[in-house]
């Protein structure tokens, strides 16, 4: 018999980790060294958690199988990614060449390694985007005597360029392979050394070199994203656990307490009790018991609060007052979101053998996405946040991992997509243009993206419209006080309006079958009979003709450019009552005489907002958007006396140290409404301040302003604020807020700062800053910048919103 061949020697397992700053490129250096692929910044994202990828090369005659780590650099993620230290044998340390901080942070990572790994672990030293030359901030030589003074091997590369790429990667094993103690018993994948790859884990053994470990025990792999969809007339929750290189699954609560039938949705309801205390929410205040409590005054019930939390320009519609209790609708905010993470917690346990294990581990570091209308601005997000992490759903040093979808359209985008709705069409075919309307239980929101890029599953959008935001009050005319149907409006939840198909009378149950009750109205006499009260059909269209009128404007609006000429055919529907039968219907006959075509997703008003949320903190597509508004600061500028405007406002005066006139809360724009803004582009405000030398605080605060508009005057005024009658209370001008303000310490600027002699003998110190705004993603980033000896330094801003 012939001997049987011999076994080709397995491969030897080798893990290496990611770290460094958010935003160094750490993801594009793995995905270009696995996949030889580059994503351009406004395309990539940042990782939430972990991510992982298995690659295979030979080195030194040796094959090698790579379990690489890309750990997120946020400071939200700090608790995840130590986790990931354990077992690496190689360490790869990036920094961005063109970004100081990044660079000055990595003693802090360093201190990370002396507590996670051993000495013996490689590390490498990797100064990434090379291909910024032109605005670098870390010379090279730096970079070296660092990785020098730390033991470490040093290489610059891009990659999006591909340039030494291949070698951060290589050179790594390879030192590594110098060092069998690394990596001796993990030959063939068995086997554990201390600090090597496969040593235990919390939560039971899992060899992550290999990456291949038994999937009980490897919670430690995972990551929690919840989403809550927190709607003026009904809410939905859902979530997902994703593991690396497993499918995303999301899985939406529909077993809410007190429900008749199985249902994704619950009314946004509250009820309080005298002392402001929530004792129901959702289908538990359709109880009949409660009801009846309700009536004799001992609860109260809220619904529509979250219009009242909107911003003051929006509220056009009068909406049910808060109940006389002592609660704030932050408040009613907070107890919702602890409501929906109760059932969200209550949904994992009971789906998943490991579902109590799951949350456990993982619950502490999840991250929270709330939806929020289209024309809610950093200060309604910031409430919202706020209330998540009073309601335990996040620590208060976990509250950047709260994200608001302010982009609602493209939670319907991603759920139209899911359902199949556009499969056959060319809508998603680059070039063309998507209307998309969101028809929300109190807000529409109409957009029009262009269809960037559609390949291999990645689409990208950008707008092409600024969105615009209607807060239309109830959908149903007949809930308007004094209407026929006023009588009958502590019923008015029975009264399925998405089953209304426009071709039948429609009836509310108001009692048992032996209910019979002729009741007076203004008008005309209301009967119910058997215990329903029947609606003729006329009367039901008529509650929905005002609503459709509005959405047909705004449809119309955003299918023509800015000459009146129609560039988009292809409409949209989503939104919890774009399934309203007779609503699309309408819309649909309308469509059809102009040329449009009009598609919605079935069950989108099921859970197609909360399920396209989820999608959207996962993979977001839409990587340019327009500006809401005018936004800018005040600045001084020298005093004209000719100028009417500046003569008439003489407290608004002042002199410098340089014996120079100046007129101050000038605006100055820093972009304009409808501008195109990529999520990459920065935007940057001027300021120059002096400090005397003696100065000991360096703390300042910059307000951002808004524009929204005031009558037909759509151009920013001059001055922030009118003239004022009372020079120690001035007042904005109409159309003009405050958005937000931004601080900064100094110090550090203040402190490289040459001084000199004021023109009035005085010492001081002229500070020239910037600060950057990115408008980009759906929430405002800022930070400040700074020349120093020559080189362009960067440093933290924080955003306060009144």
């Known amino acids: 018999m012939a001997p049987a061949a011999a076994k080709p020697p397995a491969p030897i397992n080798c893990k290496l980790l990611l770290i460094g700053n958010s935003s160094v490129g750490k993801s594009s250096l793995l995905l270009r060294f696995s996949d030889e692929q580059w994503l351009p910044e406004d395309e990539s994202s940042a990782t939430i958690g972990v991510d992982f990828r298995v690659h295979k090369m030979e080195v030194k005659g040796k094959k090698v199988k790579l379990s690489i780590w890309d750990t997120a650099g946020q400071e939200r993620f700090r608790t995840i990614t130590s986790s990931y230290y354990r077992g690496a044998q190689g360490i790869i340390l990036v920094y961005d060449v063109s970004n100081r901080e990044s660079f000055d942070a990595l003693p802090r ?37 660092f990785a020098t003074r730390m033991n470490s091997l040093f290489v610059e590369a891009s990659a999006k360029t591909a340039a030494n790429v291949k ?62 969809d927190l709607g003026t007339t009904s809410t939905a929750a859902a979530y997902c656990i994703k593991m690396p290189n497993e499918t995303i699954r999301l899985e939406a609560v529909n077993n809410w307490p007190s429900q008749t039938n199985s249902d994704v949705k619950v009314p946004s309801v509250l009820f309080y009790d005298n002392l402001g205390r929530m004792v ?56 919702t979101f602890r409501y929906c993470g109760a059932r969200i917690k209550a949904a994992i346990e009971q789906r998943s053998p490991r579902g109590s ?92 993206y262009e269809v960037v890029a559609n390949s291999k599953g990645h689409l990208k959008l950008k707008e092409s419209l600024t969105p615009l935001c209607l807060f239309h009050g109830r959908w149903l005319d007949g809930h308007a006080p004094g209407s026929r149907l006023a009588l009958c409006l502590s019923c008015r939840r029975r009264v399925n309006s998405s089953q209304f198909s426009g071709e039948k009378d429609m009836y509310m149950v108001l009692g048992g079958p032996a209910t019979t009750l002729c009741i007076q109205g203004p008008d005309r006499d209301v009967e119910i009979t058997q215990g329903s009260l029947k609606i003729p059909n006329a009367v039901m269209r008529s509650f929905f003709a005002s609503a459709i ?101 003489p407290e608004l005066k002042l002199t410098t140290h340089e014996n120079q006139v100046q007129i101050q809360r000038v605006w100055q724009t820093i972009v304009s409404k409808d ?128």
Not at 175 to 191: F, K, V, Y
Not at 385 to 392: F, S, T
Not at 743 to 751: G, I, K, N, P, V
């Open 675 to 802: 501008t195109e803004i990529p999520a990459s582009q920065e935007f940057v405000a001027s300021y120059t301040y002096e400090f005397a030398t003696t100065a000991t605080r360096f703390v300042k605060k910059e307000k951002i302003y808004i524009y929204t508009g005031h009558g037909h005057k759509i151009t920013p005024p001059l001055f922030l604020d009118a003239p004022a009658a009372n020079p120690a209370n001035p007042s904005l001008n109409p159309g003009l807020q405050v958005f937000c303000t931004v601080e900064a310490d100094l110090e550090r600027c203040f402190t490289t700062a040459p001084s000199r002699v004021s023109s009035s003998g005085v010492m001081v110190k002229e500070l020239k800053i910037e600060i950057c705004l990115r408008f980009g993603a759906t929430e405002l980033q800022a930070w400040i910048q700074w020349v120093e000896n020559g080189q362009l330094q960067r440093g933290r801003a924080e955003i306060v919103y009144n």
């Open 109 to 145: 990572w360093y201190s990370e390694l002396e507590t996670y790994v051993s000495d013996k672990v490689v590390k490498i030293v990797v100064g990434n985007k090379l291909d910024k030359e032109f605005s670098r901030q870390v010379s090279t030589a730096e970079g070296e005597a």
């Open 549 to 649: 009128e509005q959405i047909e404007r705004d449809i119309d609006w955003a299918t023509k450019d800015i000459h009146g000429k129609t560039i988009a055919t292809n409409i949209l529907i989503v939104g919890r009552f774009g399934d309203s039968m007779h609503l699309f219907n309408e819309l649909n006959l309308w469509g059809q005489t102009r040329g449009l075509s009009l598609v919605k997703p079935d069950n989108m008003s099921s859970k197609g907002t909360v399920t396209g949320a989820l999608k959207w903190a996962l993979t977001p597509m839409v990587h340019s958007r327009r500006a809401r508004h005018h936004f800018g600061t005040d600045i001084r500028v020298p005093y004209d006396h000719r100028n009417e405007e500046h003569r008439r406002r």
């Open 357 to 448: 294990k799951q949350w456990k581990d993982l619950a502490s570091q999840m991250t929270v996405v709330l939806t929020t209308p289209n024309g809610w601005t950093g200060a309604e997000q910031h409430k919202m946040r706020m209330a998540a992490v009073n309601a335990g759903l996040v620590n208060a040093e976990g509250k950047e991992r709260v994200r608001a979808v302010a982009d609602i359209f493209q939670a319907g985008i991603h759920f139209a997509i899911q359902s199949g709705c556009l499969a056959g069409t060319d809508w998603l075919k680059p070039g063309q243009q998507l209307v998309v309307c969101d028809i929300g239980g109190g807000t529409v929101d109409t957009t029009r």
């Open 167 to 228: 070698e951060v990667f290589t050179q790594c094993v390879e030192r590594i392979m110098d060092q069998p103690e690394l990596w001796e018993t993990s030959a063939g994948g068995t086997g554990a050394s201390t600090g090597s790859a496969g040593q235990k884990m919390p939560g039971g053994n899992v060899n992550l070199a290999d990456g291949s470990g038994e999937q009980e025990g490897s919670d430690i792999l995972e990551r929690i994203v919840i989403a809550i």
């Open 280 to 335: 129901a929410f959702g289908a538990e205040t359709e109880d009949d018991t409660r009801i009846q409590q309700e009536r004799a005054g001992e609860l109260h019930r809220a619904e529509w609060f979250k219009l009242h939390l909107g911003p003051s320009n929006l509220r056009n519609v009068v909406v049910p007052p808060l109940p006389n209790v002592p609660v704030t609708v932050e408040k009613m905010f907070e107890d």
